[in-house]
């Protein structure tokens, strides 16, 4: 017999998952390889009933989604591309998370950032979500600690800017907290 004097925690994307808001049936699609993990709790809140897919661009990044799946026991459907390659399937997600933790978004060259955005705009349904996660600066004792390796990052006003400017309507700053940043744009048509 055990006893669990204990309970367990919300887990390490408890706040992502909040934020982003997936649910059962929903159609998720995932850029960016920065945190396989965040990537499996997204899919397994759509289900059985729904669709995962994530784009990654290096091969290792694919296998470790793939390794963090199986161990998590969800489907994701991963595909190895630099960006979007879904050719003339349009309008066929309900939410999009692009994961930008590693700094995915800053590091491209602005007219790739542009294809991307676009492809990811096409991509999602009308009244669909495009959500980016980004790390936030350390502040304080965290910066003296870990400051030499800051990630690139585009910020909340470069995000903001870069999402409106490829016809993302609102957006918005849905949170910044924990170390992490928040962005949510909506295709509205």
């Given at each position: ?183 949510e744009g909506l295709r509205t048509t």
């Open positions: 017999m055990r006893f669990f004097f204990f309970r367990r925690g919300p887990g390490p994307h408890a706040l992502a998952l909040a934020m982003v808001g997936v649910k059962m049936g929903e159609r998720f699609l995932a850029l960016g390889s920065g945190t396989p993990g965040m990537i499996a709790a997204f899919a397994g809140k759509v289900g059985l009933t729904g669709r995962a897919a994530a784009i990654v661009a290096p091969e290792d990044a694919a296998t470790a989604l793939r390794d963090r799946a199986a161990r998590e026991g969800v489907l994701v459907d991963v595909e190895v591309q630099p960006r979007p390659p879904f050719g003339a399937v349009g309008a066929s997600f309900d939410v999009a998370v692009i994961d930008s933790t590693d700094g995915y978004l800053a590091s491209l060259a602005p007219e790739v950032r542009v294809g991307v955005l676009r492809d990811l705009r096409r991509l999602l349904r009308p009244g669909g979500r495009a959500i980016v996660v980004e790390r936030t600066p350390h502040g304080g004792l965290g910066k003296l600690v870990g400051g030499a390796g800051e990630r690139q990052r585009l910020g909340s006003e470069g995000t903001v800017e870069a999402l409106s400017a490829e016809g993302f309507r609102p957006v918005r700053v849905i949170a910044e907290r924990d170390g992490y940043l928040f962005v």
